[in-house]
């Protein structure tokens, strides 16, 4: 079992800038693919980024490819989310979860929230324009 708890999330102008953290119990987390989904009010949960256990495979979606960055620390149990040049549309809930042990964490895999086990509440990111 593992527990997720996101903090960081907050009102920020449209331009600036927030770092999410998510914070993992356990000895296993350096095991486990960890990603970052996100859920604005009246749609559905999508994709933001991910990365594998060792930190050497990231993916990303388009729409925060170059203005986001998702990194971990092992040590801490903690993985990151930077976000920079922040838009009104990156306005919603911000999730952590974390994926079981596999051979192969792969693009297609990373992008798919079922293939997620564990999750976390949520912290919310608002951008005004």
């Known amino acids: 079992q593992m527990q997720l708890v996101e903090s960081g999330g907050g009102l920020v102008q449209a331009g600036g800038s927030l770092r999410l953290s998510c914070a993992a119990s356990?000895?296993?987390?350096?095991?486990?693919?960890m990603g970052w989904f996100r859920q604005a009010l009246g749609k559905e949960r999508e994709f933001v980024t991910a990365?594998?256990?060792?930190?050497?495979?990231?993916y990303y979606a388009d729409a925060v490819k170059g203005r986001f960055t998702i990194s971990r620390d092992n040590a801490k149990n903690t993985v990151y989310l930077q976000m920079n040049s922040l838009k009104p549309e990156d306005t919603a809930v911000y999730y952590c979860?974390?994926?079981?042990?596999?051979?192969?964490?792969?693009?297609?895999?990373?992008?798919?929230?079922?293939?997620?086990?564990?999750w976390g509440p949520g912290t919310q990111v608002t951008v005004s324009s």
């Open positions: 990365i594998d256990w060792s930190g050497i495979y990231t």
């Open positions: 356990g000895r296993t987390f350096s095991n486990y693919a």
């Open positions: 979860a974390a994926d079981l042990p596999r051979s192969y964490f792969s693009n297609t895999h990373a992008r798919n929230p079922f293939e997620y086990d564990y």
